[in-house]
C-alpha cells in the first residue's frame, strides 16, 4: 500500500476553500503515515475570470503548518511544501524567491500550467491547436520552464495538459513526441530529478495517472528511478485518490518505490 500523499491544496491555494485541518484529519481517518501541502505559487498569472490569482501567503501558510505539527505531529507526519508554476520569463525572479525562503520547504515541486501565458484548462488552447499539436507545445515549454528554474525536487504531472482534451481523447503514443519527451526525460535524470506520478489525472476522467504508462515505461529505460507520488486533491475526499491501483501499475513500468523528501533530500519507500 501507499500511504504517503505528497501533492495536496488546501485554502492557501486560490482553487481550494479546505482547511488545512481538515486534510490533516482526513489523512488520518485514511491511514495515511506522510503528507505534504504543496500549495499553489504561479507568480504573473495572466488575469482569469474565475478571479483566481496563484499568489501565496508564505507566512500565514507556514505558522499554520506549524500550528497542524504541533496538534497532530504525533499521528501523521506532515510536510511543509510548495508547487511553483513555472514560467521560461520568470527564471531570475524564482531563482531570487529561492534564494530568499526556498530553504524552508521539505518539497518543492516544478508545475508548468501555461503555455503562452494561457491555461490548457480552457477549451481555447486545443481549440487553436488540436490534440497534438497542442500537447506538443505544452511539452516544448515544460522543457524550457526545467531550464529556466532548476531548484525543485520532481516534475509535476508531466502530461497535465491531457486532461483537457476534449472527449473523445485520442491515444497516446509515445513516439509522436519522442524527441521533446526524452529531452525532458533525459534532463530530469541528469539532473537527478524525480517524476510525479499524479492520481488527479484519473479523477479527471482520463484513463491513466499523470504521466501515461509509456512515459513512465521511457523514463524507466532510460535509467530514471526517482518518483514521488501525490493525488493533488483540494478536498478531503480526494486525498490518495485511486492510490491502490499504483503498486501494481507501476511495477507494470519497472518500479518497485517511490520517494518522499524532508528537507529537500530523498527518502526511499518500498512498495
Request: aromatic share 14%.
Amino acid at each position: 500500500m501507499i500511504l504517503t500523499d505528497t501533492h495536496l491544496h488546501t485554502s492557501f491555494s486560490s482553487d481550494s476553500r479546505t482547511p488545512m485541518e481538515s486534510m490533516v484529519r482526513e489523512g488520518i481517518r485514511r491511514g495515511l503515515k506522510t503528507i505534504c501541502f504543496t500549495e499553489h505559487y504561479d507568480p504573473d498569472f495572466p488575469e482569469i475570470p474565475a478571479g483566481l490569482d496563484f499568489s501565496l501567503d508564505f507566512d500565514s501558510y507556514y505558522d499554520e503548518y506549524l500550528r497542524m505539527k504541533t496538534l497532530y505531529g504525533d499521528r501523521i507526519e506532515i510536510l511543509h511544501g510548495i508547487e511553483l508554476g513555472i514560467q521560461p520569463h520568470l527564471s531570475d525572479f524564482l531563482n531570487d524567491f529561492y534564494e530568499s525562503q526556498g530553504g524552508r520547504y521539505d518539497f518543492i515541486i516544478s508545475s508548468c500550467h501555461l503555455v503562452d501565458r494561457l491555461d490548457p484548462y480552457y477549451p481555447e488552447y486545443f481549440d487553436s491547436l488540436g490534440p497534438e499539436k497542442g500537447l506538443f507545445h505544452y511539452f516544448e515549454t515544460l522543457y524550457e520552464n526545467l531550464l529556466a528554474f532548476d531548484h525543485y525536487q520532481t516534475a509535476g504531472h508531466l502530461d497535465y495538459a491531457a486532461r483537457y482534451i476534449k472527449k473523445p481523447v485520442p491515444e497516446f503514443h509515445y513516439e509522436d513526441y519522442g524527441d521533446i519527451l526524452d529531452a525532458i526525460l533525459l534532463h530530469l535524470i541528469k539532473k537527478d530529478k524525480a517524476l510525479e506520478v499524479n492520481t488527479s489525472g484519473l479523477k479527471a476522467g482520463l484513463a491513466w495517472p499523470n504521466p501515461h504508462m509509456e512515459i513512465l515505461k521511457r523514463y524507466h529505460d532510460l535509467g530514471g528511478r526517482r518518483l514521488t507520488i501525490g493525488s493533488d486533491a483540494h478536498q478531503p475526499e480526494h486525498m490518495a485518490y485511486d492510490f491502490h491501483i499504483l503498486p501494481d501499475y507501476l511495477r507494470q513500468a519497472g518500479f518497485d518505490r517511490y520517494e518522499i523528501y524532508r528537507k529537500q533530500q530523498p527518502f526511499e519507500i518500498l512498495f
